[in-house]
């Protein structure tokens, strides 16, 4: 079985850039990789209604964080065959975003920490209902807020198939978010935890397959 690695950030952290970086180091090691990026847009219903929602679309559905909540969590619920037989074949799995996003940013959107209720909740819908696969390793990528939101925005002028979405927008859900990202970290939620950025990020990865 390989390893399962999820990188986790802000929108602008860098995430897709480093997960590229730690799949072309592992790769020249001679380990076999494969990568899987959350929400699955273009691919997946339920994460093309979510990203519809988060600019504009479907009523109040944005307004329910627990309804945004299930619609990301369904997306990678069907994606478990696919993430599972990855695990099975390959020395090492990386997902561009896992379930701790959608703890951290539900538990902000909500005005709570790590230790909130809508956690506890991600965790048995996700790992417990949907059975999804627990990281063996989780990656948090130490970019600030106003730094990551700035990559952003610059990102959305120059790509037109990436627009700032209201998420992206909100620098007080932002800087929340990475608060609750941080105690995540600090209680090593559903796996142990590095948290850190460019070259120690592949690193410590690299390290998990010593």
């Not at 993430?83 to 959608?102: F, P, Q, W």
Request: glycine letters at 10%; a negative charge; one cysteine or more.
């Amino acid at each position: 079985m390989g390893v399962l690695v999820a990188v986790e950030g802000l929108d602008g952290a860098g995430k897709r850039t480093i997960v590229g970086r730690i799949e072309d180091a592992a790769v020249r090691r001679g380990a076999s990789v494969t990568t899987i990026a959350f929400p699955r847009y273009g691919e997946s219903i339920t994460a093309d209604i979510a990203s519809e929602a988060l600019h504009g679309s479907h009523g109040d559905l944005r307004d329910s964080v627990y309804g945004m909540a299930l619609m990301f969590a369904l997306d990678r619920a069907a994606a478990r065959v696919e993430l599972r037989a990855a695990i099975a074949d390959n020395d090492l799995v990386i997902c561009d975003r896992y379930t701790a996003s959608n703890a951290a940013y539900s538990a902000a959107r909500l005005g709570g920490g790590a230790d909130s209720d809508v956690v506890s909740w991600v965790a048995d819908l996700e790992f417990g209902r949907f059975e999804m696969p627990v990281p063996d390793h989780q990656l948090l990528l130490g970019v600030p807020p106003e730094v990551a939101m700035g990559r952003a925005t610059g990102r959305a002028a120059t790509e037109t198939d990436r627009p700032v979405d209201s998420y992206e927008r909100d620098a007080d859900l932002q800087r929340a978010v990475y608060g609750v990202y941080g105690a995540l970290v600090e209680n090593d939620w559903m796996s142990t935890w590095t948290w850190a950025d460019g070259d120690d990020a592949v690193t410590e990865v690299l390290a998990l397959l010593s």
